[in-house]
């Protein structure tokens, strides 16, 4: 069983950065997309970022231009540089993979392996 581990959460000051990264525990999986979600406190899981097998990119509106969404097949990761954070950007996120085609990389029902999670605090 595949097992997905993010790191690199914290806090931090409006404004300032983070960057996020999901390690891959088997070299030999093969996703079709690689996605990050969060939810805060009393809300539902939603979608922030995605990157498919062919290095297609999709973002949630609310972090377009902020967020940037990457694969590292060397280290067998995938990472997610967060700059200008808002306070609404504080939840826990999750990292998740699909090895499903022909699925929408928005919604969780696509993905089948979901990590722990990790903390991003955004002070105001």
């Not at 609310?62 to 700059?83: C, E, H, P, W, Y």
């Not at 990389?105 to 392996?113: E, G, I, K, R």
């Amino acid at each position: 069983q595949v097992q997905l581990v993010e790191s690199g959460g914290g806090l931090v000051q409006a404004g300032g950065s983070l960057r996020l990264s999901c390690a891959i525990s088997d070299r030999t999986f093969s996703s079709s997309v690689m996605g990050w979600f969060r939810q805060a406190p009393g809300k539902e899981r939603e979608f922030v970022a995605a990157i498919t097998w062919n290095g297609s990119t999709y973002y949630a509106d609310s972090v377009k231009g902020r967020f940037t969404i990457s694969g590292d097949n060397a280290k067998n990761t995938v990472l997610l540089q967060m700059n200008s954070l808002k306070p609404e950007d504080t939840a826990a996120y999750y990292c998740a993979a699909s090895t499903s085609f022909r699925v929408s990389v928005y919604v969780t029902d696509a993905y089948s392996f979901w990590g722990q999670g990790t903390q991003v605090t955004v002070s105001s």
